[in-house]
């Protein structure tokens, strides 16, 4: 595999990331009806540019009927060639790509769609770099690729891309450049759903609305309405906050998605969750994560992980507001 930029940027093996194929002449329309975000009207990206810019590449999100997220995922418009059918990727968390690709199937009925799996025929890699703007990263005749917002950390912006490529039968080894990639995406403040936190959030719930996942002027999808009166009523009491603790502090206490936190004045119930985490690349002693909580155990008194006795959470600044509307 090669790819061209004018510094090369760090490559990292990413397990943990699937993609869906959804094509066929109606496959625009049918994904229309399907996510929380406006898909109509995407450009097509042919190799070997990758997709970038929101009129390229969009967040979106799959609800069931009560609003609650079923999946996260970067979608991008990537046809064979340029004389054939749509065809979009999905960019998804390995582990929930199978049943997703299923449910969707379940809803195609007469339409010209075919939804695709192929998460075991395709891997995904992340791309980051810190000395030039991925802007110019081009790819194989057989890849395909989108840019993700770029992500500040230590005075340092990092910009990012996803790159999928056909399986060779070799072994993609992880790396240091994993590590990397996974703590840039924690601190992206960006959600991902795994398979342990799905329908725990409606979209609000993890600031999907703030970070351009939802469209609330495109029409009805699954769960549309909660998702539109959870904005418009101000229903939302819980959002995503970066946070980090100690690993030494950690324990056998579990940082993976999904692990409880809670505030010390309140230990009869949970105060959220971890969404995502990763250690730090530059700091040994340090584990970052996003973490979904209630706005009101953020006003004063310590939020722990696991229990009331867990490490503490320090609550960082988010890099982006919150959109009014």
């Not at 399986?167 to 924690?186: A, M, P, R, T, Y």
Request: charged share 20%; net charge negative.
């Amino acid at each position: 595999m090669i790819i061209h930029t004018q510094n090369t940027p760090i490559q990292a093996s990413l397990p943990q990331w699937g993609l869906i194929f959804v094509e066929g002449a109606d496959a625009a329309s049918f994904l229309q009806n399907q996510l929380s975000n406006s898909v109509l009207g995407l450009n097509r990206t042919l190799a070997p540019q990758i997709a970038q810019t929101h009129d390229s590449v969009r967040l979106v999100g799959y609800c069931n009927a009560k609003g609650r997220l079923l999946a996260s995922a970067w979608l991008g418009q990537f046809p064979e060639d340029a004389n054939a059918p749509d065809r979009f990727a999905l960019f998804i968390s390995k582990d929930i790509a199978a049943s997703i690709a299923k449910r969707l199937s379940m809803f195609v009925l007469r339409s010209k769609v075919k939804v695709i799996d192929a998460s075991s025929q395709w891997s995904v890699s992340g791309y980051c770099c810190n000395d030039s703007d991925i802007t110019d990263l081009q790819i194989e005749a057989d890849q395909i690729g989108l840019r993700l917002p770029d992500v500040l950390t230590n005075d340092q912006t990092y910009s990012r891309a996803l790159v999928a490529s056909k399986n060779d039968g070799s072994e993609n080894k992880l790396s240091d450049d994993f590590i990397q990639w996974n703590h840039l995406e924690v601190l992206s403040a960006i959600p991902r759903i795994v398979l342990a936190t799905q329908e725990q959030f409606v979209p609000q719930m993890i600031n999907f609305e703030s970070v351009a996942g939802v469209d609330f002027k495109k029409g009805c999808y699954p769960g549309q309405e909660i998702v539109a009166r959870s904005q418009y009523r101000g229903a939302i009491k819980r959002r995503l906050q970066l946070a980090h603790a100690s690993i030494n502090s950690l324990g056998s206490v579990s940082i993976a998605p999904a692990s409880e936190l809670f505030h010390v004045n309140d230990p009869s119930q949970p105060a959220g969750m971890v969404v995502l985490s990763s250690p730090s690349p530059t700091d040994p002693n340090r584990i970052d994560l996003q973490v979904e909580c209630k706005l009101d155990a953020l006003e004063s008194g310590e939020i722990r992980l696991g229990s009331v006795q867990g490490p503490v959470l320090k609550i960082d600044l988010l890099p982006y507001l919150f959109i009014e509307i």
